[in-house]
């Protein structure tokens, strides 16, 4: 399998490493996947590399590859578990913008989404 031809689908995180004095580029599907550089282009270049290196590995060791988040299906629902006092302030607080709770609970998450 020669995968360094192959169309690059996993996404990449880069963040500045002042103790590296560089960047640090990860793939975040791929446990162990990272690669430095001097500047975000050149981590983001190592990394590709290094995920080359990766995935031939794993398919040479009969480990299983993940699929890229991004083509992975899923539902748009998950369920989730609160303190029952942070249900109920949430509740309240969709109440007073005139919001469902689950229209107000995807507004807060798209607006921390949107951070990152």
Request: hydrophobic share 40%.
């Amino acid at each position: 399998m020669h995968i360094k031809n192959r169309q690059f689908h996993y996404r990449i995180v880069i963040r500045y490493s002042k103790e590296d004095e560089g960047y640090i580029a990860v793939v975040p599907e791929l446990r162990g996947c990272s690669a430095w550089g001097k500047t975000e282009l050149e981590a983001m270049e190592a990394v590709k590399e290094a995920t080359s290196a990766w995935l031939e590995s794993a398919k040479a060791n009969g480990i299983e590859i993940p699929n890229p988040i991004d083509e992975q299906p899923v539902s748009g629902r998950y369920a989730l578990r609160m303190p029952p006092e942070l249900h109920r302030d949430l509740v309240f607080q969709a109440k007073v913008e005139g919001l469902s709770l689950n229209q107000l609970i995807v507004h807060k998450l798209s607006r921390i989404g949107a951070m990152q």
